[in-house]
T-cell receptor, first 114, second 113 residues
Framework: DSGVTQTPKHLITATGQRVTLRCSPR?????VYWYQQSLDQGLQFLIQ???????AKGNILERFSAQQFPDLHSELNLSSLELGDSALYFC?????????????FGQGTRLTVV | QKEVEQDPGPLSVPEGAIVSLNCTYS??????FMWYRQYSRKGPELLMY????GNKEDGRFTAQVDKSSKYISLFIRDSQPSDSATYLC?????????????FGAGTQVVVTP
């Protein structure tokens, strides 16, 4: 168990809908990262928050947004869902952001858009 | 063409054999190189990371980086059935935030008893 908790584990929803994925980082970790893993695109970095502030952006669609709350948990909001958004969404957390700081991944949320 | 290329496998080896995995990349600005292991239905876990060129060893695992050839490798000695997983390489530039990696597609490894 990495200590990173993601809910829900599975989510099935229809096209056009909006969903919220939740991530609770390891105790004390300030940095949260979101990734999308799909069969055709592999694992892709979406966005990073550090202590409540956005730190870096990757290949995140405009229909997606995220935030990190004062208690350091983070939410990834996906709207106007399309079939192609079906994927595993991972959250990772780390204490700091330097290279030699290991980040720990949660078990992911499997999103299926039908 | 993707910035990071990795053969998806599957790579099947008998228990005790050496597993050899590799990735090639096109962006010469990549300086940090990582290997992750991902078991089915689990999140990736960091195995090793190296900075710039050279070798690094940790137990049964050896990571090599050849920047002149834009080629990185991971070797697993004395492989065990518990090593059966997908192995992803990842890399990033010095100027990028820590998590902003480019991942390979992952190689599925099967170690048979």
């Amino acid at each position: 168990d990495s200590g990173v908790t993601q809910t829900p584990k599975h989510l099935i929803t229809a096209t056009g809908q909006r969903v919220t994925l939740r991530c609770s980082p390891r105790s004390g970790d300030l940095s949260v990262y979101w990734y999308q893993q799909s069969l055709d695109q592999g694992l892709q970095f979406l966005i990073q928050y550090y202590n409540g502030e956005e730190r870096a952006k990757g290949n995140i669609l405009e229909r997606f947004s995220a935030q990190q709350f004062p208690d350091l948990h983070s939410e990834l909001n996906l709207s106007s869902l399309e079939l192609g958004d079906s994927a595993l969404y991972f959250c990772a957390s780390s204490l700091r952001t330097e290279m030699n700081t290991e980040a720990f991944f949660g078990q992911g949320t499997r999103l299926t858009v039908v | 063409q993707k910035e990071v290329e990795q053969d998806p496998g599957p790579l099947s080896v008998p228990e005790g054999a050496i597993v050899s995995l590799n990735c090639t990349y096109s962006n010469s600005a990549f300086q940090y190189f990582m290997w992750y292991r991902q078991y089915s239905r689990k999140g990736p876990e960091l195995l090793m990371y190296t900075y710039s060129s050279g070798n690094k060893e940790d137990g049964r695992f050896t990571a090599q980086v050849d920047k002149s050839s834009k080629y990185i490798s991971l070797f697993i000695r004395d492989s065990q059935p518990s090593d059966s997983a997908t192995y992803l390489c990842a890399m990033r530039r010095t100027t990028d935030s820590w998590g902003k990696f480019q991942f390979g597609a992952g190689t599925q490894v099967v170690v048979t008893p």
